[in-house]
């Protein structure tokens, strides 16, 4: 929201409060409270009839300072809506003539005394992030509505690139947007976003966290040009300063504070097929398809049924459409007995016709209006009703419907939906503000769903597809990029949303293999087989239309078949790249920026990710099979063509659809499995050490989880003049090494 007609003059509706000194400040244990009046206090007389502003400093982590700026205490108190992990550090306050200092490990905040001159700067050691000074910290009154506003506004510096807040398809870098948080249902080709997440990360390594219930709204260096202001409604803004001191340690500082992703099962990161959204399809349609699958030799390991498993006009009922699917418990064992898991579409929306809306309403299980009637619209389903998670007795009785389907044998869920939540004349069970839920209704609605998983199939066997997200929603994966487009650019901007996703703590990700909306060409779906089966999950799906390789060409099943072969292989890396994400919050897939900080030409790289630790990916996105992408300093192989590939340069190649730039960093131990068809297996039982090239005294290690995400094998490699001495602690013994670089290998 701007506040501002350009940079001196204020809108004529708004009138402005702003911090211009310190006058005095008290310390509480490990708080300390600042005082900032309005205008400066020459006199006692000045104290009169002036606002003034209240900050708060307080740590709830180590590297991280929680900033709480308040004008009328007095507010109802909302907050705080992220649930954040507060491990009580050690805090440091130093009070000079010059300056008031709040150090929480090696960040620190200082407010600068001097009259007239307030400035709050944050400091990782002695290097200056970023501050915020002059009319940057201010509450507004807009006279005509009536409506009150906190803000903020930090500086951005020269070569400064704004990134993250949620799965964005709007440009990678975020200088000059505005951005509400609002989770809606928008798609991929709108600056709509279903998981909106207030935290932002920068280049120069830190991060901001807004905690808020209702609309953060950002002028990223678009009101400002030199500032990021947020704003929210009301007379409080909470906001954690974030410092891992490098962009890669910030990401996973930021999970440390709200969350680590849950470890999917192994079995996850294989091959998902749909039934695609409105196609007609029942049981002989959905066995035809995964014995398609079977006769050209391409495996399958999840099996998920859209929208219609259930009747029209009854999402959600939760029970079979008898028309189309007459025994599912039998088919789901003959599925299961093809060594398939099976997933099934759900949304938290119960239509009139459902019969559970009736059981629903009777027992005060959805949400209502302040009338005390269910709301209800038309949109999405006829009368249909949404269920409300702040009551624990409607928690319990969707957790029970869902039961029985697991009962049967379904295996996981697909949790769709869960924004586009009502605000208007709405009154939960528990009296949460309407505003707070619009977006936090999601994380109730999949911590309802995941839990159950948890407590049902156990821990590590849990897994959900989540379309809608907010703070927290990281802990409970996969995440789900859905709604493209079958095109070129839509592919792209799906990938823009994955980085940005990543960038907001989320450790997997996937993707509608060839897009969502209409049908793509073989050629789309071929290069986008590419690109999904490189992502952590790897779905087919589609909206009108099935989205089986032999539908576009027999080239097409060849071109999946490869590429999930080499997932498979892959996936010793894969997992312990999984386990990673999990322990440390790490994202799989991740922009440059984050491995290579230091690499300015890798701030706006936006066509290619890290795939992990040690491959960088580069998806065509041209019909002519013509990419262009950087390689950062270092020798590279090409992991499907074994090309030798210098860095420290821009690279255009040119590709058929049997290969991509799938690239090993240098220095690096690469674990590939022997087995080609399963997801999950014994990764470390006959697996192949790759190494790429090693510069002269480099060292890596690389780690083999087991399908429990215990680390049962690690592998350790160093250069020392023309041999490279590898070491192997853990496995069966059964493993080989294969050398892509120069020198010798020694095993020790």
């Given at each position: 929201?701007?506040?501002?007609?350009?940079?001196?003059?204020?809108?004529?509706?708004?009138?402005?409060?702003?911090?211009?000194?310190?006058?005095?400040?008290?310390?509480?244990?490990k708080?300390?409270?600042?005082?900032?009046?309005?205008?400066?206090?020459?006199?006692?007389?000045?104290?009169?009839?002036?606002?003034?502003?209240?900050?708060?400093?307080?740590s709830?982590?180590?590297?991280?300072?929680?900033?709480?700026?308040?004008?009328h205490?007095?507010?109802?108190?909302?907050?705080?809506?992220?649930?954040?992990?507060?491990?009580?550090?050690?805090?440091?306050?130093?009070?000079?003539?010059?300056?008031?200092?709040?150090?929480?490990?090696?960040?620190?905040?200082?407010?600068?005394?001097?009259?007239?001159?307030?400035?709050?700067a944050?400091?990782?050691?002695?290097?200056?992030?970023?501050?915020?000074?002059?009319?940057?910290?201010?509450?507004?009154?807009?006279?005509?509505?009536?409506?009150?506003?906190?803000?903020?506004?930090?500086?951005?510096?020269?070569?400064?690139?704004?990134?993250?807040l949620g799965e964005?398809?709007?440009?990678?870098?975020?200088?000059?947007?505005?951005?509400?948080m609002?989770?809606?249902?928008?798609?991929?080709?709108?600056?709509?976003?279903?998981?909106?997440?207030p935290?932002?990360?920068?280049?120069?390594?830190?991060?901001?966290?807004?905690?808020h219930?209702?609309?953060?709204?950002?002028?990223?260096?678009?009101?400002?040009?030199?500032?990021?202001?947020?704003?929210?409604?009301?007379?409080?803004?909470?906001?954690?300063?974030?410092?891992?001191?490098?962009?890669?340690?910030?990401?996973?500082?930021?999970?440390?504070?709200?969350?680590?992703?849950?470890?999917?099962?192994?079995?996850?990161?294989?091959?998902?097929?749909?039934?695609?959204?409105t196609?007609?399809?029942?049981?002989?349609?959905?066995?035809?398809?995964?014995?398609?699958?079977?006769?050209r030799?391409?495996?399958?390991?999840?099996?998920?049924?859209?929208?219609?498993?259930?009747?029209?006009?009854?999402?959600?009922?939760?029970?079979?459409?008898?028309?189309?699917?007459?025994?599912?418990?039998?088919?789901?064992?003959r599925?299961?007995?093809?060594?398939?898991?099976?997933?099934?579409?759900?949304?938290?929306?119960?239509?009139?016709?459902?019969?559970?809306?009736?059981?629903?309403?009777?027992?005060g299980?959805?949400?209502?209006?302040t009338?005390?009637?269910?709301?209800?619209?038309?949109?999405?389903?006829?009368?249909?009703?949404?269920?409300?998670?702040?009551?624990?007795?409607?928690?319990?009785?969707?957790?029970?419907?869902?039961?029985?389907?697991?009962?049967?044998?379904?295996?996981?869920?697909?949790?769709?939906?869960?924004?586009?939540?009502?605000?208007?004349?709405?009154?939960?069970?528990?009296?949460?503000?309407?505003?707070?839920?619009?977006?936090?209704?999601?994380?109730?609605?999949?911590?309802?769903?995941?839990?159950?998983?948890e407590?049902?199939?156990?821990?590590?066997?849990?897994v959900?597809?989540?379309?809608?997200?907010?703070?927290?929603?990281?802990?409970?994966?996969?995440?789900w990029?859905?709604?493209?487009?079958?095109?070129?650019?839509?592919?792209?901007?799906?990938?823009?949303?994955?980085?940005?996703?990543?960038?907001?703590g989320?450790?997997?990700?996937?993707?509608?293999?060839?897009?969502?909306e209409?049908?793509?060409?073989?050629?789309?779906?071929?290069?986008?087989?590419?690109?999904?089966l490189?992502?952590?999950?790897?779905?087919?799906?589609?909206?009108?239309?099935?989205?089986?390789?032999?539908?576009?060409?027999?080239?097409?099943?060849?071109?999946?078949?490869?590429?999930?072969?080499?997932?498979?292989?892959?996936?010793?890396?894969?997992?312990?790249?999984?386990?990673?994400?999990?322990?440390?919050?790490?994202?799989?897939l991740?922009p440059?920026?984050?491995?290579?900080?230091?690499?300015?030409?890798?701030?706006?790289?936006?066509?290619?990710?890290?795939?992990?630790?040690?491959?960088?990916?580069?998806?065509?996105?041209?019909?002519?099979?013509?990419?262009?992408?950087?390689?950062?300093?270092?020798?590279?192989?090409?992991?499907?063509?074994?090309?030798?590939?210098?860095?420290?340069?821009?690279?255009?190649?040119?590709?058929?659809?049997?290969?991509?730039?799938?690239?090993?960093?240098?220095?690096?131990?690469?674990?590939?499995?022997?087995?080609?068809?399963?997801?999950?297996?014994?990764?470390?039982?006959?697996v192949?050490?790759?190494?790429?090239?090693?510069a002269?005294g480099?060292?890596?290690?690389?780690?083999?989880?087991?399908?429990?995400?215990?680390?049962?094998?690690?592998?350790?490699?160093?250069?020392?003049?023309?041999?490279?001495?590898?070491?192997?602690?853990?496995?069966?013994?059964?493993?080989?090494?294969?050398?892509?670089?120069?020198?010798t290998?020694?095993?020790?």
């Amino acid at each position: 929201m701007k506040f501002t007609n350009g940079y001196w003059l204020l809108k004529d509706e708004m009138k402005a409060v702003y911090a211009v000194e310190y006058a005095s400040h008290r310390v509480n244990g490990k708080e300390v409270t600042v005082y900032l009046p309005s205008s400066h206090i020459a006199d006692r007389g000045n104290c009169l009839n002036l606002p003034m502003l209240t900050l708060t400093l307080s740590s709830p982590m180590e590297g991280v300072i929680k900033v709480s700026a308040v004008h009328h205490a007095g507010a109802l108190y909302k907050g705080p809506f992220a649930e954040i992990q507060n491990e009580n550090p050690e805090v440091v306050i130093e009070d000079t003539e010059e300056a008031l200092i709040y150090k929480s490990g090696s960040l620190k905040a200082v407010l600068n005394k001097t009259p007239g001159a307030y400035k709050l700067a944050f400091y990782e050691g002695d290097t200056l992030l970023t501050e915020s000074s002059f009319r940057n910290l201010a509450y507004m009154q807009n006279t005509k509505t009536g409506k009150n506003y906190m803000l903020e506004q930090l500086a951005i510096d020269v070569d400064e690139y704004i990134y993250g807040l949620g799965e964005r398809f709007t440009p990678f870098v975020k200088n000059g947007q505005v951005v509400e948080m609002w989770n809606e249902d928008g798609g991929t080709a709108s600056e709509i976003a279903y998981k909106n997440i207030p935290f932002y990360i920068t280049n120069k390594g830190y991060g901001v966290l807004v905690d808020h219930e209702g609309d953060v709204s950002y002028e990223i260096a678009s009101e400002k040009v030199e500032r990021i202001q947020f704003s929210v409604e009301g007379e409080r803004l909470d906001y954690y300063f974030i410092s891992g001191k490098t962009p890669m340690g910030t990401v996973e500082k930021y999970t440390e504070l709200t969350g680590k992703p849950a470890l999917p099962p192994a079995w996850s990161f294989g091959l998902w097929l749909t039934t695609s959204f409105t196609t007609n399809y029942d049981e002989e349609t959905t066995s035809s398809f995964i014995q398609g699958m079977a006769d050209r030799d391409i495996p399958l390991h999840v099996f998920h049924f859209d929208c219609y498993w259930m009747e029209a006009y009854e999402w959600c009922n939760f029970v079979w459409d008898p028309a189309t699917f007459p025994d599912p418990k039998g088919m789901l064992q003959r599925y299961h007995e093809k060594g398939l898991k099976i997933c099934v579409w759900i949304n938290p929306y119960i239509g009139q016709k459902s019969p559970l809306f009736q059981e629903g309403m009777e027992q005060g299980y959805l949400i209502k209006k302040t009338d005390g009637s269910v709301w209800q619209t038309d949109l999405w389903q006829a009368g249909m009703g949404l269920v409300d998670f702040t009551n624990p007795e409607a928690v319990t009785w969707y957790q029970e419907k869902l039961k029985t389907l697991l009962d049967m044998g379904v295996d996981c869920f697909k949790t769709d939906f869960g924004e586009r939540i009502p605000v208007k004349d709405i009154a939960y069970f528990d009296g949460s503000d309407p505003v707070k839920m619009h977006n936090y209704y999601t994380y109730l609605y999949n911590k309802a769903v995941f839990e159950l998983l948890e407590r049902e199939r156990g821990k590590g066997e849990a897994v959900l597809f989540a379309r809608s997200a907010t703070i927290g929603g990281q802990k409970f994966p996969a995440h789900w990029g859905g709604d493209c487009s079958a095109t070129y650019p839509s592919m792209a901007e799906t990938l823009r949303g994955g980085l940005s996703l990543a960038l907001s703590g989320f450790g997997f990700w996937s993707h509608d293999i060839s897009g969502f909306e209409s049908t793509a060409s073989a050629d789309i779906y071929k290069r986008w087989c590419q690109f999904g089966l490189l992502s952590s999950h790897s779905r087919l799906h589609g909206s009108s239309s099935y989205r089986v390789p032999w539908l576009f060409d027999e080239e097409a099943c060849v071109i999946l078949k490869e590429f999930v072969n080499l997932k498979c292989r892959l996936m010793p890396y894969l997992y312990g790249q999984a386990v990673k994400a999990h322990v440390k919050g790490t994202p799989m897939l991740r922009p440059m920026f984050l491995d290579f900080p230091e690499d300015k030409a890798c701030d706006t790289l936006d066509k290619q990710y890290m795939f992990g630790d040690s491959l960088l990916v580069a998806p065509v996105f041209k019909e002519n099979g013509e990419v262009q992408y950087y390689l950062p300093e270092g020798t590279w192989y090409n992991l499907i063509t074994g090309a030798k590939v210098e860095g420290g340069k821009w690279r255009k190649e040119t590709h058929d659809y049997h290969s991509l730039p799938l690239m090993v960093r240098p220095s690096t131990i690469l674990p590939m499995g022997n087995n080609e068809v399963d997801a999950a297996y014994d990764f470390a039982d006959g697996v192949t050490l790759i190494l790429s090239e090693f510069a002269e005294g480099a060292k890596a290690e690389a780690e083999i989880p087991d399908l429990q995400g215990n680390i049962v094998m690690k592998a350790c490699a160093q250069r020392h003049g023309e041999e490279i001495f590898v070491s192997v602690e853990g496995g069966n013994g059964n493993f080989s090494v294969k050398n892509m670089g120069s020198g010798t290998v020694v095993v020790k």
